[in-house]
């Protein structure tokens, strides 16, 4: 009786222990034959790693020494396809120079690169060249093109606005612009910043001042 | 979205069976003050309906400009089972870019939504009116700011493009190229290349070097005792004792990564026997020649990496 009861016990561990043999040999031989393909496959992929880095890397460099003959004023030409960080810097020295005009392609390309935070930051250098344009207007006492382009600067903060509403700079600036050309909820404007400029309507807040109120 | 205040307005019902059916209509907002220019105004409007009616998308605000100051950017609308109810809550996101002169409270207009139920006897519709709510906006500067002679002085100005960083890409290269040179030294090793030409271990590597060295020479014919004593050395460092041709079945039993070479060692063995042994090498090189013999030495060869 105890001889029966034991006999399936005894059988059955060297089974077990010949399943677990066959599977390590699979499991050996697997490696074996991927042993040398992954030798060879080793090299060539951390060798193009190292030369794509080496690359990405070569390229900042020379975006960073474009970037700093931009900011020390040198006319450098950059081409619409640059890295986002460059055309950054080529709208914000275009937009010292006042060149308004050849901005909007960039910032068009920023966007479709999906830089969205730098495309925001060239709407905010664009829209404060268009308002300083302005202000070289009103201090000529030329009333007639400062009110676009107060209208332009404004849409542009507006703009840079929409895509990082916690632009302060932006905020400030939309401020200072507004200020100069009040909207007039009576104009009968249904939707968006598409005041028509009106030359007439144009004063600088004075604040503080009532104007024949009670 | 986190509601700290409540700002609950209770729609009028609406008179008729619509009041019926709508139950109630709250605006909530996490508060109703404090926000600057360009700030995004947060709402939720939770609108509870008789089960069965269901939200007709097309009547929602679309996301846009909405007045000369405010932008409707985001809107997203989840139903679920509010009770016996339906509830429907819509997420409202707004912007303000009103330039406030000072602290004003501004009105967000109301709209209309409609709620359709169908069944057998056709569609059911019920209009739910969403209140106009308001809240403070606040200035961003002084009223009267210092004066200054040149008027851009008020500007904020337009900011500087930072020099992007390559030090983090240069590590990765010199870290990739480390990598990529262990890995070749690994292959290299494997495949006994300099600087690992005497390595132990792979005498069949040896062999197939010496061999195909050997063919590459303007003559290859005299040298062909010298090929076939090559992988003869091969197989003795192999086999770890001089092996003849009677030994070949057992060393394959032994060493089974190169039993698929079975018929050509065979081959490779009477070739021998011939040249050393027989006539001598002339006649045979057309059976078992120099190229045949570089070949086998080469699979050999991969045969012993793979073992």
Not at chain 2, 41 to 49: C, G, H, I, K
Not at chain 2, 122 to 127: D, E, Y
Not at chain 2, 133 to 140: E, K, T
Not at chain 2, 187 to 203: E, M, Q, V
Request: proline share 8%.
């Amino acid at each position: 009786m105890t001889m029966t009861a034991i006999l399936p016990w005894r059988t059955a561990p060297p089974s077990v222990g010949h399943r677990t043999r066959t599977h390590r040999t699979d499991l050996r031989e697997g490696w074996q034959r991927l042993r040398p393909r992954l030798l060879v496959l080793l090299p060539i992929l951390f060798g193009i790693a190292a030369l794509g880095c080496s690359y990405g890397a070569w390229r900042i460099a020379r975006d960073n020494a474009a970037i700093r003959a931009l900011s020390a004023g040198q006319d450098v030409v950059v081409p619409i396809g640059a890295a986002p960080a460059l055309l950054l810097a080529r709208v914000q020295h275009l937009a010292r120079r006042g060149a308004v005009e050849t901005i909007e392609p960039l910032v068009d390309a920023l966007e479709r690169q999906g830089a969205v935070e730098r495309a925001a930051r060239a709407r905010f250098a664009l829209a404060n060249a268009h308002l300083r344009q302005a202000f070289d207007h009103l201090e000529r006492g030329d009333l007639d093109p400062a009110g676009p382009r107060i209208t332009l600067a404004r849409q542009e903060y507006r703009r840079a606005l929409q895509a990082r509403p916690d632009f302060w700079d932006a905020k400030f600036n939309l401020d200072v612009a507004s200020r100069l050309l009040r909207d007039f909820p009576e104009f009968d404007r249904k939707s968006g910043d598409e005041l028509k400029a009106e030359p007439k309507k144009i004063w600088t807040d004075i604040p503080g001042q009532p104007r024949g109120e009670p | 979205m986190r509601i700290r205040c409540l700002a609950l307005i209770l729609a009028p019902l609406l008179s008729g069976p619509a009041g019926a059916q709508v139950h109630s209509v709250e605006v909530r907002t996490p508060r109703p003050f404090g926000y600057f220019l360009g700030d995004l105004v947060r709402a939720e409007v939770d609108l509870v309906v008789e089960p069965g009616f269901r939200l007709q998308a097309a009547s929602l605000p679309k996301p846009g400009a909405l007045t000369y100051w405010l932008d409707l950017r985001d809107l997203d609308a989840t139903a679920s089972v509010y009770g016996d109810a339906q509830r429907v809550r819509l997420g409202l996101t707004y912007q303000t870019f009103y330039a406030a002169l000072d602290a004003r409270a501004l009105e967000i207009p109301g709209f209309t939504v409609t709620f359709v139920s169908e069944s057998d006897h056709g569609a059911t519709t019920v209009k739910a009116a969403v209140p106009a709510w308001s809240f403070n906006v606040s200035p961003l500067r002084e009223i009267q700011p210092p004066a200054r002679d040149d008027p851009r002085d008020y500007m904020r100005p337009d900011g500087k493009v930072g020099p992007g960083n390559p030090r983090p890409l240069l590590l990765g290269a010199a870290g990739s190229a480390t990598l990529a040179l262990l890995a070749l030294a690994g292959l290299a090793r494997d495949r006994t290349w300099w600087p690992f030409r005497t390595r132990r271990g792979r005498p069949f590597a040896l062999a197939a070097r010496r061999i195909r060295s050997l063919a590459r020479r303007p003559d290859p014919t005299p040298h062909y005792r010298d090929a076939l004593l090559a992988l003869h050395v091969g197989l003795d460092t192999a086999a770890g004792r001089r092996l003849l041709a009677d030994d070949l079945d057992d060393f394959l039993k032994t060493h089974p990564a190169y039993a698929l070479e079975g018929p050509d060692l065979a081959r490779f063995f009477a070739a021998s026997r011939r040249t050393f042994f027989g006539p001598g090498p002339e006649p045979e090189l057309g059976a078992f020649a120099l190229a045949d013999l570089a070949a086998l030495a080469r699979r050999l060869a991969h045969a012993e990496r793979t073992a």
